[in-house]
């Protein structure tokens, strides 16, 4: 009875070990897939504050260039007609259509209009970095009340930026391939109350695209 009862002792002291052992084995396990995710988080952490510090200073120096845009453009056409705002990766310069156009029914620019988007321009110039959208804004007026030509403010807000985009290629020299232009109608205003503040040009520097040509 107790040779048997030995092996029996034994044979079990044996699987006791062999669950012992495959437990250690799945916490070891268990350990490395967690260490093995630390380090992933502490990675992902790592890249997150780089990108965090390098989009801090991005915006810094979007900012200052913002301001020292303003008071240029406020030189050019006055501060109560023309703005400057970042957004995101855009730097944004707003300007009043009284300071470009005619008219408030007029798409084309007027002698005034040119001779500020003269000197714009030539700030444009120098900034090879960006490329240029300019974008239409109307009010929320139908075109037909003011302007002949136009079905609606679609069609009159693209007149427009088309007309500036036109004056920057043909007049300013500015790279074909960096301009651009868009019409917003009067789907974007910046104020509530003033038809006037929403009847304007943004002129956008966005970062620069890579224009490629495919096969």
């Known amino acids: 009875g107790l040779f048997f009862y030995g ?13 012992a052992k495959s437990e ?8 490395g897939r ?3 995710e630390k ?6 952490l790592g890249r997150a504050e780089v990108n ?20 240029k453009l406020a030189s050019v056409v006055g501060g109560d007609r023309s703005d400057v705002r970042v957004l995101e990766d855009r730097i944004i310069l707003q300007i009043a259509d009284t300071a470009l156009f005619g008219g408030k029914g007029s798409a084309k620019l007027s002698k005034e ?20 959208q300019v974008e239409g804004h109307t009010s929320d007026k139908p075109v037909g009340e003011v302007a002949k030509g136009f079905d609606t403010n679609w069609e009159f807000a693209a007149a427009r930026a088309t007309a500036v985009v036109r004056h920057f290629h043909d007049e300013v020299g500015i790279e074909p391939e960096r301009l651009s232009s868009t019409s917003h109608a ?5 104020s509530r109350t003033s038809k006037a503040k929403n009847r304007r040009i943004d ?13």
């Open 7 to 19: 092996i029996e002792r034994h044979r079990l002291q044996g699987t006791e070990l062999e669950v």
């Open 24 to 31: 250690l084995q799945k916490y070891e396990g268990d350990v």
């Open 34 to 36: 967690a260490e093995r």
């Open 39 to 44: 380090l992933k988080l502490q990675s992902k």
């Open 52 to 71: 965090l510090k390098d989009n801090r200073e991005r915006f810094s120096q979007y900012a200052e260039e913002a301001d020292d845009l303003k008071k």
């Open 113 to 132: 209009g040119k001779r500020a988007l003269d000197q714009i321009g030539e700030m444009l110039v120098e900034m090879r970095e960006r490329d240029v």
């Open 186 to 190: 009067e789907y974007q205003p910046v």
């Open 203 to 215: 002129i956008a520097l966005l970062p620069k695209a890579l224009h490629r040509i495919g096969d």
